[in-house]
């Protein structure tokens, strides 16, 4: 069975800054819940075109009380718009250590091998995705710089952390050369 790639949109795919970083471009969105712009980063859609046949991407933000500016989104990563959601209500931060999202998110992956890409984590969740590794359920979390986004560091990050797994069909069996 392929990974998981858990997504957040707000500090990843655009980050949270008054000044476009580096690549990105800013792109308007009208719709009927806002409108607004939206930094968008080209570099995004080719590195998820390699990605996604790799993985089964699932949103994870509060974008999805938005449908149609998730839509968007969606189309300007070169994603589909009917991407399974997770349902994580509005943003959160943290409490106790783990992001809000915690809850949602586990329970929806279950023992699943997981990529979560969130700009949001508390202490604690690294700690869950280091024991939930050693157990033998792959787990990466990456947490780009949200007035930043996701960079060509984190993506390539997930890009090795793919190669250095193996997963096959329906099954997912540890690459076993590499530990």
Do not use: C
């Amino acid at each position: 069975m392929k990974p998981y790639l858990v997504m957040d949109v707000d500090g990843v795919f655009n980050p949270i800054s008054d000044d476009a970083p580096d690549g990105y471009e800013r792109r308007m969105y009208s719709g009927p819940e806002r409108s607004g712009f939206a930094w968008v980063n080209p570099a995004h859609a080719d590195w998820l075109a390699e990605v996604l046949p790799r993985v089964e991407a699932v949103w994870a933000t509060s974008w999805r009380t938005e449908p149609s500016a998730l839509a968007w989104m969606a189309r300007q990563l070169g994603l589909p718009e009917d991407l399974p959601q997770i349902e994580v209500g509005r943003y959160g931060g943290t409490g106790f250590g783990y992001t809000a999202k915690f809850g949602p998110v586990t329970k929806f992956i279950g023992d699943r091998p997981t990529i979560w890409i969130d700009d949001v984590f508390g202490g604690k969740d690294y700690i869950w995705a280091e024991d939930r590794t050693a157990s033998g359920i792959p787990t990466l979390l990456e947490d780009p710089r949200p007035y930043k986004g996701l960079d060509d560091i984190g993506m390539g990050r997930v890009l090795a952390w793919l190669a250095e797994q193996e997963f096959d069909g329906d099954t997912y069996e540890p690459d076993r050369e590499n530990g």
